[in-house]
Nanobody
Framework: QVQLVESGGGLVQAGGSLRLSCAASAASGHTLSTYAMGWFRQAAGKEREFVAAISWTFGRTVYTDSVKGRFTISRDGAKKTVSLQMNSLQPEDTAVYYC???????????????????WGQGTQVTVSS
């Protein structure tokens, strides 16, 4: 069992930056070594979509095309946090951003929502033009 708590959302002007953080807490003795950690987002009236994912052990990353070169996902094993650094933000990046965990996705790094078993509550990111 893993609990995820996001933070760092807010309002920013186009071209600005935000850094989202996701704190992962697991039951005693429960390892995150086989996990993939992902960020998804859901804009108003739209379906939730994949943004980025990282392998907890290997640090390998994948991104959706629209954020490549602007967003960077990273993890801190000691602090058990996953971050999403978002630069050059555009109004179309406005959405609720969710952190998610896939217990067995360490190698595959899935992009499908259905692969992720644990979800945070979400944090709002609003980019004004």
């Amino acid at each position: 069992q893993v609990q995820l708590v996001e933070s760092g959302g807010g309002l920013v002007q186009a071209g600005g930056s935000l850094r989202l953080s996701c704190a992962a807490s697991a039951a005693s003795g429960h390892t995150l070594s086989t996990y993939a950690m992902g960020w998804f987002r859901q804009a108003a009236g739209k379906e939730r979509e994949f943004v980025a994912a990282i392998s907890w052990t290997f640090g390998r990353t994948v991104y959706t095309d629209s954020v490549k070169g602007r967003f960077t996902i990273s993890r801190d094993g000691a602090k058990k946090t996953v971050s999403l650094q978002m630069n050059s933000l555009q109004p179309e990046d406005t959405a609720v951003y969710y952190c998610a965990a896939d217990p067995v996705g360490n190698v595959v790094l899935p992009r499908d929502i259905i692969a992720y078993d644990y979800w945070g509550q979400g944090t709002q990111v609003t980019v004004s033009s």
